[in-house]
């Protein structure tokens, strides 16, 4: 049985235009059957940013996975805009790691850092060490998610990119600031289905590791010049396993 995953970042609440992710939200209906939330759901990281969206999210009649973007924690509510969310049917991913219709779900923030032979390095003063921690820390979440999980498929939920190709079309200069390679090295030792991030609003729409995972850039503001009365991108887990009844013996 296939299950019908449809994915979107860079909400941006209150942002973006509302009856944009109203639109987004109701379209849902039918088509996906697993909403991924790929971080910076609201813009400052505020609790009544949080709610606004709960509120939306409340005509979504799907099970519902998320990670947090850097938008999120700008204010230092991270934990009460969680809350909120959590609340409203929300499953906020940092590290860990979710079965929903059969699919494993892993999924962590991400950070910075840049790509391949250019990614910065923990050499010199102390602030650039701790800006690489920074970013292997949530490599290494993200590997531990990856390796709780015990189902044939597993998508990843990240907010910035693993690879640079889909941050591809933002200023060459911003980026380092986009995602790191780091992110892709668990992704390339785990059986991963596909990869779901955010964060390049300009950047490409599709991608891979260097193993050949799919990589898709989900933030609005792409999508929506892509496809502006659906902004959210749908794919098909195929061959997922129905669970099947427990034996009952007498």
Known sequence: MAVRIAAMADLHCTKNPQDVVERAMANLQGVADVLVLCGDLTDYGLPD????????????????????????????????VVQILTDAGVTILDGDAIEVRGVGFAGAKGFAGGFGERMLGPWGEAGIKRFVHEAIDEALKLEAALARLRTPQRVVLLHYSPIRTTVEGEPPEIYPFMGSSRLEDPIDRHPVTFVFHGHAHHGR????????????????????????????RVLEVPDVPVPQAAEVTT
Not at 59 to 80: C, I, Q, T, W, Y
Not at 214 to 225: I, K, S, T
Request: glycine share 10%; aromatic share 4%; charged share 20%.
């Open 49 to 80: 940013e949080a709610r606004l969206l709960a509120r939306q999210l409340a005509a979504v009649r799907l099970p519902m996975v998320g990670v947090l973007g850097n938008h999120d924690f700008e204010s230092g509510k991270h934990e009460e």
């Open 205 to 232: 729409a599709e991608g891979q590791t260097r193993s050949g995972v799919p990589v898709y850039n989900v933030a609005l503001p792409l999508l929506r010049g892509l496809q502006p009365e659906m902004p959210f």
